[in-house]
């Protein structure tokens, strides 16, 4: 029986999403549990994520799946999962799904969030959970630039090197960020068919700098000219970035299919 | 030259304000600092704080005050602190003050809040940062049995165990709560002269139950008739507590004077 499960963690104390040895991570968290349920079956059950996140990223909304020996009512399963769980992560929904689902291969896109504090101090509440920008910016001048990135786009001025990407294609939806007043925060949104390795922190950077004044607001138009990761300079800390949501082919009808294999 | 400083601290990796042995606090951290930038004199300077925060318990506005051998410029000093301290901790502000000031002597009041977190489930990124209560709750109710807190009390019913004041009397000028709607937040607010060890965190647990209607709307009256503090219970997480202000003589015209010696 496989249960597709989505979760939030705050990515403060793990050490990124995948599993690696005597490393604290979503990955194996989830492993010793989903296992330590399943009452530790040979071989022991595999855990798979829609992909990786960095270390100290969040996730509002990280999707994995795995297959279990037996049925439990999905409400059922979330609770246990809960109950056994350490408490920077949790289980918000459990669906039962067929086998053709699988949470890395039929991901049909990701939306994320960055969140950049503009306090002009630091703030140690938000140290984990934020960006910092301590200079003035024009929200009205990213929104103008970020209107750029929509759209099938080559990113390789926008991909940290060791991505292992095919391909550096990749089909942008939404971009933009808003002003959030409450909480005296620049907030970036992102939703694409996928993202490359530290893409949405060096978009973010480069939209800063926009919006700063300190590119030009066609910044995006000559990176894609340029075609070559030096000239972003600047990827934004981890800890303003939160994976919102995965979708699944089917999931978005304005968008339904996923990533074409050669991108992937 | 005797130094006051302002500082915010996330409570979550300290072993609270105080110092002790092999345990990293707000106070030992603070000392390090002031006595790297002194060129470690001997005797080492003593920093001195408002009152101590129990482990977990955040600060909006910790007051300290130290003696330094030389005079900087208050802005100067809070820029050589902050490149010193931990990005956990932060000075607010600075200011320089006559050998008559003391950072606990000298206190007339103190502001509390308590941030509960209302959520069905368990939020990961609010667990270092709110209570959480997942019952119903009547604000108006809360803010109704809260009025018979103001005014002076013994608060015998409200005091953990090992407090060592002398008396239990103490004065709260405001006392009440709102809701947070965009965070689903319920917020408390206390200003007393001061406050009692644990006081608000059981203040906060009896009115909680008050709201859910588990208490009736008298419930303090009663707690006050019955002076004993098996009665209260519940003493809510120390990770939704804030320590807001600390108020000086004279820093509030309508409530000048600070806490009679018998009562500190």
């Known amino acids: 029986m496989r249960y597709k499960v989505t979760i939030a963690y705050d990515g403060t104390n793990f050490a990124g999403f995948q599993r690696q040895p005597n490393q604290r991570t979503v990955e194996s968290e989830l492993t010793k549990v989903v296992n330590k349920m ?15 996140t960095d270390a100290g990223v969040h996730a509002l909304g990280q999707v994995v799946h795995f297959d279990m020996p037996f049925n439990l009512p999905p409400d059922n399963m979330r609770k246990g999962l809960n109950s056994m769980l350490p408490m920077d992560m949790e ?36 140290r984990n959970y934020t960006g910092h920008w301590k200079f003035p910016v024009d929200v009205d001048r990213i929104n103008e630039a970020a209107k750029d990135l929509i759209g099938e786009h080559d990113f390789t001025s926008f991909v940290a090197s060791g991505s ?3 391909t550096n294609f990749r089909t942008i939806y939404e971009a933009g960020c808003h002003l959030d007043e ?20 060096i978009m973010v950077g480069v939209l800063v700098e926009i919006g700063a004044g300190t590119r030009p607001v066609d910044g995006i138009q000559q990176l894609y000219k340029l075609n070559d990761r030096r ?4 990827t934004v800390p981890a ?5 919102k949501h995965v979708y699944y082919e089917g999931d978005d009808p304005a968008h339904p299919t996923k990533l074409p294999k050669h991108q992937r």
């Open 38 to 52: 399943a009452k530790h079956p040979e071989p022991a059950i595999e855990v798979y994520g829609s992909g990786r």
């Open 91 to 126: 289980v918000l929904a459990v669906a039962q799904v067929d086998e053709t689902f699988h949470a890395r291969y039929s991901v049909s896109g990701k939306r994320y969030l960055y969140r950049m504090d503009l306090g002009e101090f630091r703030n140690p509440f938000k």
């Open 164 to 166: 292992g990407a095919r």
């Open 182 to 201: 409450a909480n005296n925060e620049l907030v970036f949104e992102f939703y694409g068919n996928g993202f490359l390795y530290n893409q949405v922190r």
């Open 231 to 234: 000239y972003a300079r600047r």
């Open 239 to 243: 800890s303003g970035l939160y994976l």
